[in-house]
């Protein structure tokens, strides 16, 4: 279920905590609604950036998990684009929605929100124009201590200790014709087992 503002009243912590997930459809937009900006208008930035009148919103609607990227975006986005310094990030054409993508906002920082909000992410991965190799190598940056290649890029990053992500969204409605890269039912479940195969030889609680 996805909340929104005009359900907030009738929103419960009592359900379980897989019931209720919102969904930030991609970086630009991500960037522009919960990252502050120089822009007049937006209330001034906490200590890591983020709009506090949204993290306030967010608390009251209460949700318990939030999946980050979402929506077609995701099935031509790569992870590695929203890591590391933010100035050195490439800006890409998003070709879901005809439009540019900064990466100003990325994997990090949509968890570091995630704990400011009280809340429990979930990350998507691209099964369009990627695939399982590419989600492996993100359950390792994220998940992973360190002693690999891609944990000990997490920590020179800045995030010694690892996310503990527990949620995985592998892609975005596949069977849909305006998907890029859609896939049949059949050439998803096989790449979807795979990865779930995958995932299991590294995390034990992931779902």
């Known amino acids: 279920m996805r909340t929104s503002l005009s359900n907030s009243a009738r929103m419960t912590r009592s359900v379980p905590p897989t019931a209720d997930c919102s969904v930030l459809s991609s970086n630009a ?31 009251e609607l209460a949700p318990t998990i939030v999946r980050y990227p979402g929506g077609n975006f995701v099935s031509g986005y790569n992870w590695e684009d929203g890591v590391g310094p933010v100035s050195e990030r490439p800006r890409r054409l998003d070709l879901a929605w005809m439009s540019t993508e900064t990466n100003q ?4 920082q949509f968890i570091d929100w995630c ?14 124009t990627r695939g399982g190799d590419a989600a492996r190598a993100l359950v390792e940056y994220c998940n992973h201590p360190g002693g690999t290649e891609l944990s000990d890029r997490r920590r020179a990053h ?3 200790q690892p996310h503990g992500v527990k949620f995985w969204c592998l892609g975005n409605e596949m069977d849909g014709p305006w998907q890029m890269e859609a896939k049949t039912a059949q050439e998803y479940g096989r790449i979807a087992g795979c990865q779930v195969e995958r995932g299991k030889e590294k995390e034990d609680d992931g779902e």
């Open 29 to 59: 937009w991500a960037a522009a609604s919960i990252a502050a900006s120089s822009s007049p208008v937006t209330p001034p930035p906490d200590s890591q950036g983020f709009r506090g009148d949204v993290l306030a919103l967010v608390r």
């Open 105 to 108: 906002f990325g994997t990090n």
């Open 115 to 128: 704990h400011a909000a009280d809340i429990e992410p979930m990350l998507a991965v691209n099964l369009g």
């Open 158 to 160: 800045g995030w010694e």
